[in-house]
Structure formats: structure tokens, C-alpha cells
């Protein structure tokens, strides 16, 4: 164990130094500089949103993107940061309970973070809030390289845009539970609006599903290696003059 009064120097892969306390890593071990080399999720941006997080700052900094704090769910998932993960997930809540996040991204970090649970909070608060828990078609593609693929047909889930012969025109304003009617209708075969709690249930399903549909490809595919790697024996041709 460090002693209380050495200091850590971390060093992103921008080349940008930060002086730690070593009382808040005191569990590391090793050399008291640490040099990072991924500029993706070890960059001074988020080395920062970190150095927030860890020292106990209560609510997220405003200035800090919606990306940076994608990277930051990949940073403390590489480097096994449990306590500071779930500061992230509070932080999230709090900042999109009073408006300073929009749910969108509310909804993309809780996914980078593998937090199923919080997620649905959220989608549960959008609905009290009678605001749609995500308003495009697609993730951008810097966002979704942080986000587990299962996550991305739930986070996509949308009401299509209302079509008639001569007019298209985007679908007036209604109450977010009606997102997700239809499809809660085909498998609870539901005669009334959603409640919220069947909502966010829903939002489950689609994950859970999709995470199901991967186990699954990982066992063909890894069925399909042990197959190919058999060596069958020839089959036995009779011959025509026996």
C-alpha cells in the first residue's frame, strides 16, 4: 500500500499530465507514473471526466460530451473501476432527472456501461416526463462503437413517421408509452396504453433478446470450428469390377 502523502502521475495518450493523490488509488501497485496510449479512451478528456468522478464531484460537468463520457464507461470497464462505474450511472440519472442530459444520450451511456437496470429507470422517468426516451432512427456511428450491439435495437426503437398519398409529415406530438403499443400488443396481446413499468420492461426484452440471439450465433459458430476441425475418414466407393 502507498503511502498517504505520494502522488500518482497519469499521463493520457495526449501527453497531458494529472497529479493524484495516492490515498484515492491506494490499492495500485507499481511505478508512481502512468504512461496511457489509447487515444480513443485514454485521452486527457476523459482522464479528466475520471479525476472528477473518482474524487467524488457530485454531479457531471456540463462540458463534458456525450462521446467523452462513452469512452469514459470503456475506460473504467478496461481498467475494472466498479465504484466509479456506478458514480457514472448516478451522475447520468441525476443529470437527465433535471434536464441537463438529453435522454438520448442518457440512454447510450447507460448502455456503454452494460447497466440494463438504469436504462430502464430512464426510459421510466422519460415516460413521467412525457418525453420520448430517443427521437432518431440511428446512433451515430462515434457513439456506437461504445455500445454493445445488443443494446442497439432497443435504443433504435422508434414510431415510424406517419405516411399518407400525398402528404409525409412527421408524427404529431403523444405520450411515450404509446412507443411502445405495438409491440408490447403482439406479445402481451395488451387492449390499453403501456404502463411505464411495462415500458421499460419491454426495453428489457429487446435486449435480453438480442443477447440471447448472439449466445446463440457464439454457439454455431464455435460449432461450426469443432466440426471443420474433425477429420472425417474417406467414405468407402465399392468398386465396379469387385
Known amino acids: 500500500?502507498?503511502?498517504?502523502?505520494?502522488?500518482?502521475?497519469?499521463?493520457?495518450?495526449?501527453?497531458?499530465?494529472?497529479k493524484v493523490p495516492a490515498a484515492l488509488l491506494w490499492t495500485a501497485r507499481g511505478?508512481?507514473?502512468?504512461?496511457f496510449t489509447d487515444p480513443l479512451i485514454e485521452n486527457s478528456d476523459v482522464l479528466r471526466a475520471f479525476l472528477d468522478l473518482l474524487m467524488g464531484t457530485p454531479e457531471l460537468d456540463a462540458t463534458f460530451s456525450t462521446e467523452t463520457l462513452l469512452r469514459?464507461?470503456?475506460?473504467?470497464?478496461?481498467?475494472?473501476?466498479?465504484?466509479?462505474?456506478i458514480k457514472l450511472g448516478a451522475g447520468?440519472?441525476?443529470?437527465?432527472?433535471?434536464?441537463?442530459?438529453?435522454?438520448?444520450?442518457?440512454?447510450?451511456?447507460a448502455a456503454a456501461l452494460g447497466d440494463l437496470s438504469l436504462c430502464e429507470d430512464i426510459v421510466k422517468l422519460a415516460g413521467k416526463m412525457r418525453i420520448l426516451p430517443w427521437r432518431s432512427g440511428y446512433l451515430p456511428a462515434s457513439w456506437e462503437r461504445f455500445i454493445d450491439p445488443a443494446y442497439h435495437d432497443a435504443l433504435l426503437w422508434r414510431r415510424d413517421e406517419y405516411r399518407?398519398?400525398?402528404?409525409?409529415?412527421?408524427?404529431?406530438?403523444?405520450?411515450?408509452?404509446?412507443?411502445?403499443?405495438?409491440?408490447?400488443?403482439r406479445s402481451l396481446r395488451l387492449r390499453r396504453q403501456p404502463t411505464l413499468q411495462e415500458l421499460a420492461?419491454?426495453?428489457?426484452?429487446?435486449?435480453?433478446?438480442?443477447?440471447?440471439?448472439?449466445?446463440?450465433?457464439?454457439?454455431?459458430?464455435?460449432?461450426?470450428?469443432?466440426?471443420?476441425?474433425?477429420?472425417?475418414?474417406?467414405?468407402?466407393?465399392?468398386?465396379?469390377?469387385?
Not at 93 to 99: D, G, I, K, Q, V
Open 164 to 185: 399518407t398519398s400525398t402528404v409525409h409529415r412527421p408524427p404529431p406530438p403523444y405520450d411515450v408509452r404509446m412507443l411502445a403499443f405495438q409491440d408490447l400488443g
Open 92 to 109: 447520468v440519472e441525476r443529470a437527465f432527472a433535471s434536464s441537463a442530459m438529453t435522454p438520448e444520450s442518457a440512454c447510450a451511456i
Open 1 to 18: 500500500m502507498r503511502a498517504p502523502e505520494e502522488t500518482f502521475t497519469l499521463i493520457s495518450s495526449d501527453l497531458r499530465r494529472f
Open 201 to 242: 420492461q419491454c426495453f428489457r426484452y429487446r435486449v435480453e433478446r438480442a443477447l440471447a440471439r448472439q449466445t446463440s450465433a457464439r454457439r454455431l459458430l464455435h460449432w461450426l470450428q469443432d466440426t471443420a476441425a474433425i477429420e472425417l475418414d474417406e467414405p468407402e466407393v465399392p468398386r465396379l469390377d469387385a
Open 31 to 35: 511505478p508512481l507514473l502512468v504512461q
Open 72 to 85: 469514459l464507461a470503456r475506460f473504467l470497464e478496461k481498467w475494472d473501476c466498479p465504484d466509479v462505474m
